[in-house]
């Protein structure tokens, strides 16, 4: 897999060494989408895992079970899961911007957990580099016919706008009222989205908007990866609110999505 200016390929060696680390028997995927990007890859790469990818979008779930089969690898809508079902690590890659409830879906991953069991989590940062050019089009797109918006991508059949918007802070305040601690972390890339797809362009150049993310605080990047563990609801938590500029961009992305 070619890198790209999301920081596609350095999200697949991180999960994948999560993987290789912990030695999950049982590995959920959550929120999918196709499983052309992470879930299959991973299942190839470890084949002493059985992989589980669910996502409520039908049409997704039917392309990945045409296109992906192996022994240890399975799809299927995410209503069909059985509330019973756990697993030993649950990844959660570029879903928790998409939930209505953030805290009641986060609390929903460690329900998921067995015992000594662990969750990945992908987001991008609200008001990182990709989120602002995100605004950017949005605000174009009121007056001049331009953008593809927040619509379907290679990762996704689904057109599933970004509705919540974290920053860093907000972000571990809601991971803790979830009774969840950090125990991995890492930048994804700098730069990547609207606008900024057009400078972020050949392998050179992506590789470094890539490894320079590693260099920077978090505010400054577009996206983060980390590795969770439950730890019980801790001091300094606080549930994920929309304030008056989530909903604006909540707005804004719904209402390019239906252009």
Same mark, same amino acid.
């Given at each position: 897999?070619? =890198?790209?200016?999301?920081?596609?390929?350095?999200?697949?060696?991180?999960? %994948?060494?999560?993987? /290789?680390?912990?030695?999950?028997?049982?590995?959920? $995927?959550?929120?999918?989408?196709?499983? =052309? #990007?992470?879930?299959?890859?991973?299942?190839?790469?470890?084949?002493?895992?059985?992989?589980?990818?669910? $996502?409520? $979008?039908?049409?997704?779930?039917?392309?990945? #079970?045409?296109?992906?089969?192996? &022994?240890?690898? =399975?799809?299927?809508?995410?209503?069909?899961?059985?509330?019973?079902?756990?697993?030993?690590?649950?990844?959660? %890659?570029?879903?928790?911007? !998409?939930? =209505?409830?953030?805290?009641?879906?986060?609390?929903? *991953?460690?329900?998921?957990?067995?015992?000594?069991? /662990?969750?990945?989590?992908?987001?991008?940062?609200?008001?990182?580099?990709?989120?602002?050019?995100?605004?950017?089009?949005?605000?174009?797109?009121?007056?001049?016919?331009?953008?593809?918006?927040?619509?379907?991508?290679?990762?996704?059949?689904?057109?599933? &706008?970004?509705?919540?918007?974290? %920053?860093?802070?907000?972000?571990? @305040?809601?991971?803790? @009222?979830?009774?969840?601690?950090?125990?991995? !972390?890492?930048?994804?890339?700098? @730069?990547?989205?609207?606008?900024?797809?057009?400078?972020?362009?050949? #392998?050179?150049?992506?590789? +470094?908007?890539?490894?320079?993310?590693?260099?920077? &605080?978090?505010?400054?990047?577009? $996206? +983060?990866?980390?590795?969770?563990? &439950?730890?019980?609801?801790?001091?300094?938590?606080?549930?994920? !609110?929309?304030?008056?500029? /989530?909903?604006?961009?909540?707005? *804004?992305?719904?209402?390019?999505?239906? #252009?």
């Amino acid at each position: 897999m070619a =890198e790209d200016a999301y920081g596609t390929r350095k999200r697949l060696e991180f999960v %994948s060494s999560v993987v /290789a680390a912990r030695r999950p028997r049982r590995v959920l $995927d959550i929120g999918c989408g196709t499983g =052309e #990007q992470l879930t299959f890859p991973l299942a190839q790469a470890h084949s002493d895992a059985r992989f589980l990818g669910v $996502d409520p $979008d039908e049409r997704s779930i039917e392309h990945a #079970q045409r296109s992906f089969a192996r &022994p240890n690898l =399975e799809f299927s809508l995410a209503a069909e899961l059985p509330d019973a079902e756990r697993f030993d690590l649950v990844v959660a %890659s570029e879903v928790l911007e !998409h939930v =209505e409830s953030p805290g009641e879906f986060l609390r929903g *991953l460690v329900e998921r957990l067995n015992p000594g069991g /662990a969750i990945v989590l992908t987001v991008p940062n609200g008001f990182g580099p990709f989120e602002l050019g995100s605004l950017a089009e949005s605000l174009l797109a009121q007056v001049l016919p331009i953008g593809r918006g927040e619509r379907a991508g290679p990762d996704t059949l689904a057109a599933s &706008p970004h509705i919540n918007f974290f %920053s860093w802070g907000r972000l571990r @305040a809601a991971l803790a @009222a979830a009774g969840l601690a950090v125990r991995e !972390h890492r930048n994804r890339t700098v @730069a990547c989205g609207f606008g900024f797809d057009y400078l972020v362009r050949g #392998q050179r150049l992506i590789g +470094w908007n890539a490894r320079f993310a590693d260099r920077l &605080p978090e505010w400054c990047v577009s $996206d +983060w990866m980390m590795v969770l563990e &439950p730890a019980g609801v801790r001091e300094g938590g606080r549930e994920y !609110h929309r304030g008056a500029y /989530a909903r604006l961009r909540r707005w *804004l992305n719904e209402r390019l999505l239906r #252009q």
